[in-house]
């Protein structure tokens, strides 16, 4: 009982101060080659996301391996790795309160078929591979996601 109302207070004091977090985003080689960066970064930047580090890079098989390991015994990984290596990238880390949710929420579900209008992947998005977008999925794999494509000195928060 006590426990579970140490819980609550701590949910409640969460929402209320959210925390300011970074996440580590991708936007594929499809979205860079048909021109979205643009269009890509006014929907991060309208939703209180700033861009604290980025750079186009052509991801070695090795590193698209490396980065998708996760997904290793997938069917779909050969055609992930040959996909996200077909042509440069942008990689980026963005900042703001919940920037984890709250970026997947601006990006939307992984099928663009099944995003909800208005996200990235339902106006960019090809099919469930060429998805325009990726971004991680907790704090700990920003971590990690983020350590994989930038040093610290790469980055420039707030504050
Ligand atoms: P992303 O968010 O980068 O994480 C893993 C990626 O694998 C995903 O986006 C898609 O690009 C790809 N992916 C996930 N599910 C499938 C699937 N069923 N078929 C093909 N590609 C997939």
């Known amino acids: 009982m006590f426990r579970a109302l140490i819980l609550a207070a701590t949910n409640l004091l969460a929402s209320a101060n959210p925390q300011v977090e970074q996440t580590l985003s991708i936007i594929k080689p499809e979205a860079v080659e048909h021109g979205h960066i643009g269009d890509i970064e006014a929907y991060f930047e309208s939703e209180g996301l700033r861009v604290i580090g ?3 890079s052509h991801l070695s098989t090795e590193q698209a391996k ?11 990984y050969p055609e992930l790795v040959a996909y996200m290596t077909s ?5 980026q880390v963005l900042e703001g309160e919940d920037a984890v949710a709250e970026n997947r ?4 579900a ?4 099944k995003a909800s209008a208005g996200t990235i992947r339902a106006d960019f998005g090809t099919d469930i591979q060429q998805n325009a977008v990726h971004g991680s999925d907790s704090l700990k794999n920003a971590e990690k996601e983020i350590a994989f494509f930038f040093s610290a000195e790469e980055l420039y928060p707030k504050d």
């Open 105 to 108: 929420k601006i990006m939307g």
């Open 87 to 91: 042509g440069p990238v942008l990689v």
């Open 66 to 76: 490396e980065f998708y390991s996760e997904h290793k015994e997938c069917a779909f």
């Open 110 to 113: 992984t099928d663009p078929k």
């Open 54 to 56: 980025a750079k186009l």
